[in-house]
Structure formats: structure tokens, C-alpha cells
């Protein structure tokens, strides 16, 4: 499996269309009124497409950044943490259609979950804000003015469930399905920049090496203190000192010896 920057691009789509549709399911399950015989198919169909998106975004990850590869997708999610978004979108539209479905369960009469439901919906519209930090710098400002227009919408539609809930007013039902159906006509419009999730390529180049100048262990410098130079290349003694008589040197060498043995001898 050879993984592409375009491999992000094509599942971060692909999980967009899935969300877009369950969106589109709940806006047309609740245009119809309660008395049409398809409200019923239509409530029922609705948190279970919430469910399969959620299964779908998981299935995306797994076949375009890993080809059904486990461990070749959560290596493909280790390169790019900003995707792991797209698995809390996951859990949070799966949580949504689950307590939909427990609303519904209860023929529409506990409030609790009806809540909840409308809770997860919340937590997803302020989710999508944050889209614009996830992606590379030079993409984020058109990922996050898309992404806010989308959570804007769909917190504009919780609101006027919310309102309608308390007012019992139409015009707030009908402006809950409208911002609903025109989330989800975003979701499925949307396409994701091709720069959003791009390798970024790091160079770094090194000087020119430099080598240590060669060193020959046999040669040796003068000391200090007054040492003696060597010089082991050449085995004939040194050279005697300007000025040195060597006629005059035994003589020198016999008349320290005389005055020598006289202070042994005084002693």
C-alpha cells in the first residue's frame, strides 16, 4: 500500500458525502408531518444512516490510508494526528443516531433522549470550527470560513429545534429542517483543498566536511623548561654549539676534576 498526500483528500470526501446524507436523511424524515405515512419509515431510517455514516467514515479510513490494513492506517494517522478528527465526527454521529433511535423507541415521548440527541448535534456543529487547525497552514483559511459556515448552520438548526420545543411555533419547525437540508447540501458540496493534508518535506544541508590536519606521532616538540630538542630522524648527534672548543674541552673537563677531589679531600 503506497500511501499519496491524495489518499487523505479522498477520505476526508468520502466521510463529508457520508455526513451530508445522514444530515439529509433527518432533514427530509422531519419535513414530512407526523400524520404522512412515510414519517414513520423515514424517523426510523434516519438515526440508522446516522449509525452507517459513522461506520462509513471508519471503513473510508481504513481503505484509502491503509488498504484494509489496521496497522498501515494508524501509521497513515500517526503522520497526520490532525485526521483523527474525522474518528471523534465518527463516534459523535453514531452517538447521535443511537440516542435518536432510544427517542424514537419511546414513540417520541422522552424528552431525555430527544436532548441528548440534540446534545451530540451541538457537539458536531462546534466540532467542525476546529477543522481549520487541522489541516496544513496555507489551506486552513479556506478549511475553516467552509467548515464554520457548516457548524453555523447546523447550530442555527439545534436552535430552532430548541425553540420550537418550548414555542411550538411552525416557522421554527420549518427553519430547523431548512438549516438541516442546507448543512447537509454543504457536506455534500464540499471538497477538500488539495493542500489541506500535504507531506511537508523538511531539507537540511550540511557544510563541507572538513578532515583534521595529519598528525606524525614520531615528531616531537620542543618542551619547556629548557628541554632538549630531538629530532629521531636523524641518528648522528646534534651539532655542538657556536663557540664550543672541543682542543679546550678535556683541559676544562681535568681542572674540574682536580678542584673536585681537593674538597673530598679537605672533607
Same mark, same amino acid.
Given at each position: 500500500?503506497?500511501?499519496?498526500?491524495?489518499?487523505?483528500?479522498?477520505?476526508?470526501?468520502?466521510?463529508?458525502?457520508?455526513?451530508?446524507?445522514?444530515?439529509?436523511?433527518?432533514?427530509?424524515?422531519?419535513?414530512?408531518?407526523?400524520?404522512?405515512?412515510?414519517?414513520?419509515?423515514?424517523?426510523?431510517?434516519?438515526?440508522?444512516?446516522? &449509525?452507517?455514516? %459513522?461506520?462509513?467514515? =471508519?471503513? $473510508? +479510513? /481504513? #481503505? @484509502?490510508?491503509? *488498504?484494509?490494513? !489496521?496497522?498501515?492506517?494508524?501509521?497513515?494517522?500517526?503522520?497526520?494526528?490532525?485526521?483523527?478528527?474525522?474518528?471523534?465526527?465518527?463516534?459523535?454521529?453514531?452517538?447521535?443516531?443511537?440516542?435518536?433511535?432510544?427517542?424514537?423507541?419511546?414513540?417520541?415521548?422522552?424528552?431525555?433522549?430527544?436532548? &441528548?440527541?440534540? %446534545?451530540?448535534?451541538? =457537539?458536531? $456543529? +462546534? /466540532? #467542525? @470550527?476546529?477543522? *481549520?487547525?487541522? !489541516?496544513?497552514?496555507?489551506?486552513?483559511?479556506?478549511?475553516?470560513?467552509?467548515?464554520?459556515?457548516?457548524?453555523?448552520?447546523?447550530?442555527?438548526?439545534?436552535?430552532?429545534?430548541?425553540?420550537?420545543?418550548?414555542?411550538?411555533?411552525?416557522?421554527?419547525?420549518?427553519?430547523?429542517?431548512?438549516?438541516?437540508?442546507?448543512?447537509?447540501?454543504?457536506?455534500?458540496?464540499?471538497?477538500?483543498?488539495?493542500?489541506?493534508?500535504?507531506?511537508?518535506?523538511?531539507?537540511?544541508?550540511?557544510?563541507?566536511?572538513?578532515?583534521?590536519?595529519?598528525?606524525?606521532?614520531?615528531?616531537?616538540?620542543?618542551?619547556?623548561?629548557?628541554?632538549?630538542?630531538?629530532?629521531?630522524?636523524?641518528?648522528?648527534?646534534?651539532?655542538?654549539?657556536?663557540?664550543?672548543?672541543?682542543?679546550?674541552?678535556?683541559?676544562?673537563?681535568?681542572?674540574?676534576?682536580?678542584?673536585?677531589?681537593?674538597?673530598?679531600?679537605?672533607?
Amino acid at each position: 500500500m503506497t500511501l499519496h498526500s491524495d489518499s487523505f483528500n479522498l477520505a476526508s470526501n468520502a466521510i463529508h458525502l457520508l455526513q451530508g446524507v445522514a444530515l439529509l436523511a433527518l432533514g427530509l424524515a422531519e419535513a414530512h408531518p407526523p400524520d404522512n405515512p412515510l414519517h414513520k419509515k423515514l424517523s426510523l431510517a434516519a438515526p440508522l444512516v446516522f &449509525v452507517l455514516s %459513522a461506520a462509513g467514515a =471508519a471503513a $473510508a +479510513v /481504513l #481503505y @484509502f490510508l491503509g *488498504g484494509w490494513s !489496521v496497522k498501515s492506517a494508524l501509521f497513515a494517522l500517526n503522520i497526520k494526528k490532525g485526521f483523527y478528527i474525522f474518528v471523534t465526527f465518527a463516534c459523535y454521529y453514531a452517538s447521535a443516531g443511537l440516542s435518536r433511535f432510544m427517542y424514537l423507541a419511546s414513540d417520541e415521548k422522552s424528552r431525555g433522549w430527544h436532548h &441528548v440527541s440534540l %446534545a451530540f448535534l451541538t =457537539a458536531i $456543529a +462546534v /466540532l #467542525y @470550527f476546529t477543522m *481549520g487547525a487541522k !489541516v496544513n497552514e496555507e489551506a486552513a483559511q479556506a478549511v475553516s470560513a467552509a467548515h464554520a459556515a457548516i457548524g453555523a448552520t447546523l447550530l442555527a438548526a439545534v436552535l430552532a429545534r430548541l425553540l420550537h420545543d418550548f414555542l411550538k411555533r411552525k416557522a421554527f419547525q420549518a427553519a430547523w429542517i431548512a438549516f438541516l437540508l442546507i448543512t447537509s447540501f454543504q457536506l455534500l458540496a464540499y471538497r477538500e483543498p488539495g493542500s489541506a493534508f500535504e507531506y511537508r518535506l523538511i531539507k537540511i544541508e550540511a557544510g563541507p566536511e572538513t578532515k583534521p590536519s595529519p598528525v606524525n606521532p614520531m615528531q616531537l616538540t620542543s618542551q619547556p623548561f629548557g628541554s632538549i630538542p630531538l629530532n629521531i630522524s636523524d641518528p648522528r648527534p646534534a651539532p655542538p654549539s657556536p663557540g664550543f672548543n672541543r682542543q679546550a674541552a678535556p683541559k676544562a673537563l681535568k681542572k674540574d676534576a682536580k678542584v673536585h677531589n681537593k674538597k673530598r679531600a679537605g672533607n
